[in-house]
């Protein structure tokens, strides 16, 4: 975690060795500036301080003089350190947006999260409200006070326009005893739009919601402009929430020069749409969010074998209730008009089962998406919603006698063909579905009891190979599986991140996503539990029940080692790396076609 955090020394440090000093504000703030960014020419011997005309300049307020002085150091060192004196001295003033401004130009992104903690919460005042904060459901009402107080108020239905703002949920709900529910009916309205037809498409090159086949996202850049945002008041705007309408990551491209990490693939319009998930509007697929990137970059820049997912189990002693509840009837045949009831009565033998997540928060929206798609799969399995063409459920796949009763176990996992890079290593493929099924027959003891065996009969085999065959399908039927497969490219993305030290290439130290005090992702309730997959089909006058496990695995460590990428020897990848000279020059564009 080392590159994240950095180096720096906590502020209470800071703050202790300042203590007992009878010195203006002003010069505090140059004694921690000094400290933690050792600006001062010749710092080791006690340097002479800054430039006299900088401290005039401050104490009079007149701070455009002072950036303008700053600018003109020649060290950049020394240059971010002025530049945060000023910052802070606008801040004390009052003037939050302009010491936000200032600080935008300080170039180093560690020196600017320093800079920035002050800016945003200026001794004596209490932190900022208007950050995102971690709790359990998010501040829709600010939210939408500041947007249509800030973009084009008077096209808002308040102030007699057509525009409309609401909240939207997540494509899962839970409810207050950690019970998951999945959200099947269509979405009526389609709410993040609504901040387009309030503002109209922006005309020229950059329109997020144009449809793009590479769309080009700069995470050091987004980074930068979500920290000054914070810092401002302003949460990330919905552009930013959306990635500019990414719906896939298929290339991770590298800028030493401009110091830039790029993640690239299809993107276009969007809107909320099936489960109120946020999809493209031509495509149907859902786009990568910024809650996802960063929940998932987190975990997976702790450990070179970083790994994340979810399972969902029987209980054990449900499990032995079941077993003496089909021995009772096991010499008998149920009438088919008592088979549904018969079938809720072993229902509730089963109970609910349990679902863990590990490696990820439970309470996040990424976590939610892998328990969700885990979940609807299996539901899928057992005949209980609807599959694809060519996707048979395996109640269905019966034709002969019927095995004996055991635990099926499906579980997703990675289906990456190869991760290729370029010979100079600056641009990165993700090759590949993303995403496939696994399955296993799980032996079922008189007490409950699971036994692995490793071994999946042909049927059980059979379904799991349909699903992962038809995975593109199911994906545009049930965009929740595009939305695991989202989570998993995120994951290859980050570990390719870690196992080639990209970040540390471009000096990038993940001020803002890698520390959850500086951007505070949304959460809810986590889901603990859920109603038991089962189901039952008649086969030769015998009554057959199929009891289901499994979850969810990402473990992209193998991926990504460097001995397994893949280096392309023609210059084909290369030249899918688009060129410095195609971004654009303003300092606050962080996405382009």
């Given at each position: 975690m080392?590159?994240?955090?950095?180096?720096?020394q906590p502020?209470?440090?800071?703050?202790?060795?300042?203590?007992?000093?009878?010195?203006p504000?002003?010069?505090a703030?140059?004694?921690?500036?000094?400290?933690v960014?050792?600006?001062?020419?010749?710092?080791?011997?006690?340097?002479?301080?800054?430039?006299?005309r900088m401290?005039?300049?401050?104490?009079?307020?007149e701070f455009a003089?002072?950036?303008?002085l700053a600018?003109q150091?020649?060290d950049?060192?020394?240059?971010d350190?002025?530049?945060?004196?000023?910052?802070?001295?606008?801040?004390?003033?009052g003037?939050?947006?302009?010491?936000?401004?200032?600080?935008?130009?300080?170039?180093?992104?560690?020196?600017?999260?320093?800079?920035?903690?002050?800016?945003?919460?200026?001794?004596?005042e209490?932190?900022?409200?208007?950050?995102?904060?971690?709790?359990?459901?998010?501040d829709?009402?600010?939210?939408?006070n500041?947007?249509?107080?800030?973009?084009?108020?008077?096209?808002?239905?308040?102030a007699?326009?057509?525009?409309?703002?609401?909240a939207?949920p997540?494509?899962?709900?839970?409810?207050?005893q950690g019970?998951?529910?999945p959200?099947?009916?269509?979405?009526?309205?389609?709410?993040?739009?609504?901040?387009?037809?309030?503002?109209?498409?922006?005309?020229?090159?950059y329109?997020?919601r144009?449809?793009s086949?590479?769309?080009?996202?700069?995470?050091?850049?987004l980074e930068?402009?979500?920290?000054?945002?914070l810092?401002a008041?302003?949460?990330?705007?919905e552009?930013?929430q959306?990635l500019?309408?990414l719906?896939?990551?298929?290339?991770v491209?590298v800028?030493?020069d401009s110091a830039?990490?790029?993640l690239a693939?299809?993107?276009g319009?969007?809107t909320?749409?099936?489960?109120?998930l946020v999809?493209g509007?031509?495509?149907?697929?859902?786009?990568?969010?910024?809650?996802d990137?960063?929940?998932?970059?987190?975990?997976?820049?702790?450990a070179?074998d970083a790994?994340f997912?979810c399972m969902?189990n029987?209980?054990?002693?449900a499990l032995a209730q079941?077993?003496?509840?089909?021995?009772?009837?096991?010499?008998?045949?149920v009438p088919?008009?008592?088979?549904?009831?018969?079938?809720?009565?072993?229902?509730?033998?089963?109970?609910?089962q349990?679902?863990?997540?590990?490696?990820?928060?439970?309470?996040?929206?990424?976590a939610?998406?892998?328990?969700?798609?885990?979940y609807r799969m299996?539901?899928?399995g057992?005949?209980?919603?609807e599959?694809?063409?060519?996707?048979v459920s395996?109640?269905?796949l019966?034709k002969?006698?019927?095995?004996?009763?055991?635990?099926?176990?499906?579980?997703?996992?990675?289906d990456?063909?190869?991760?290729a890079?370029?010979?100079?290593?600056?641009?990165?493929?993700?090759?590949?579905q993303?995403?496939k099924?696994?399955?296993?027959?799980?032996?079922?003891t008189?007490?409950?009891?699971r036994?692995?065996?490793?071994?999946?009969?042909?049927?059980?085999?059979?379904?799991?190979?349909?699903?992962?065959?038809?995975?593109a399908?199911?994906c545009?039927k049930?965009?929740?599986y595009?939305?695991?497969?989202?989570?998993?490219?995120l994951?290859?993305?980050?570990?390719?991140?870690?196992?080639?030290r990209?970040?540390d290439?471009?000096?990038?130290?993940?001020?803002?996503f890698?520390?959850?005090?500086?951007?505070?992702?949304?959460?809810?309730?986590?889901?603990?539990?859920v109603?038991?997959?089962?189901?039952c089909?008649?086969?030769?006058?015998r009554?057959?029940?199929?009891?289901?496990?499994?979850?969810?695995?990402?473990q992209?460590?193998?991926?990504?080692?460097?001995?397994?990428?893949?280096?392309?020897s023609?210059?084909?990848?290369?030249?899918?790396?688009p060129?410095?000279?195609?971004k654009?020059?303003?300092a606050?564009r962080?996405w382009w076609?």
């Amino acid at each position: 975690m080392a590159a994240i955090s950095g180096s720096w020394q906590p502020m209470g440090v800071l703050t202790a060795a300042l203590a007992g000093r009878r010195r203006p504000w002003l010069a505090a703030g140059l004694i921690v500036a000094g400290a933690v960014l050792g600006w001062w020419p010749g710092a080791a011997g006690g340097g002479p301080p800054p430039d006299a005309r900088m401290q005039a300049q401050l104490e009079a307020g007149e701070f455009a003089p002072a950036v303008a002085l700053a600018n003109q150091a020649a060290d950049p060192q020394q240059r971010d350190a002025l530049l945060g004196q000023v910052a802070v001295a606008q801040a004390q003033a009052g003037a939050r947006d302009a010491a936000v401004r200032s600080v935008a130009l300080i170039g180093d992104d560690r020196a600017r999260a320093h800079i920035l903690a002050q800016v945003a919460n200026p001794p004596g005042e209490p932190a900022n409200r208007n950050a995102r904060g971690g709790a359990a459901q998010a501040d829709f009402d600010d939210l939408i006070n500041l947007i249509t107080t800030t973009v084009a108020p008077k096209t808002w239905s308040d102030a007699g326009g057509a525009g409309n703002l609401s909240a939207f949920p997540t494509g899962v709900s839970v409810d207050a005893q950690g019970v998951l529910r999945p959200l099947l009916k269509e979405s009526d309205g389609g709410e993040l739009s609504a901040l387009r037809a309030a503002g109209g498409r922006p005309s020229g090159q950059y329109d997020a919601r144009r449809r793009s086949p590479l769309r080009m996202v700069s995470l050091v850049r987004l980074e930068k402009q979500i920290q000054l945002g914070l810092a401002a008041g302003r949460v990330p705007t919905e552009t930013m929430q959306v990635l500019a309408g990414l719906q896939r990551i298929q290339y991770v491209f590298v800028y030493p020069d401009s110091a830039d990490l790029v993640l690239a693939g299809p993107a276009g319009d969007w809107t909320t749409g099936a489960e109120q998930l946020v999809v493209g509007v031509e495509s149907g697929l859902p786009v990568v969010r910024l809650d996802d990137l960063v929940v998932v970059f987190r975990h997976m820049l702790l450990a070179a074998d970083a790994k994340f997912g979810c399972m969902i189990n029987p209980r054990q002693e449900a499990l032995a209730q079941a077993q003496e509840f089909l021995a009772e009837w096991s010499k008998r045949a149920v009438p088919a008009e008592s088979r549904r009831a018969w079938l809720e009565k072993l229902r509730a033998k089963l109970g609910r089962q349990t679902i863990e997540v590990y490696g990820l928060d439970p309470r996040t929206r990424a976590a939610r998406v892998l328990v969700e798609a885990d979940y609807r799969m299996k539901l899928v399995g057992m005949g209980l919603e609807e599959g694809v063409p060519g996707v048979v459920s395996y109640l269905n796949l019966i034709k002969g006698p019927p095995p004996p009763m055991g635990v099926l176990r499906w579980w997703f996992t990675l289906d990456y063909d190869a991760v290729a890079a370029s010979k100079d290593r600056l641009a990165f493929a993700l090759r590949g579905q993303g995403v496939k099924v696994e399955s296993e027959n799980e032996h079922l003891t008189p007490q409950g009891e699971r036994v692995h065996t490793g071994q999946s009969e042909d049927l059980n085999r059979q379904f799991a190979e349909s699903f992962t065959r038809h995975f593109a399908a199911l994906c545009r039927k049930y965009p929740i599986y595009a939305e695991l497969r989202n989570v998993c490219d995120l994951a290859l993305a980050a570990a390719l991140l870690r196992e080639e030290r990209l970040a540390d290439r471009i000096g990038w130290h993940l001020t803002c996503f890698g520390d959850p005090q500086g951007y505070p992702v949304e959460i809810g309730e986590a889901p603990k539990q859920v109603e038991t997959v089962v189901n039952c089909r008649v086969v030769s006058q015998r009554q057959f029940i199929a009891g289901v496990s499994g979850g969810v695995d990402v473990q992209p460590a193998a991926l990504v080692r460097r001995q397994t990428i893949a280096v392309e020897s023609y210059p084909q990848l290369q030249q899918q790396r688009p060129q410095n000279a195609a971004k654009p020059q303003a300092a606050d564009r962080w996405w382009w076609d």
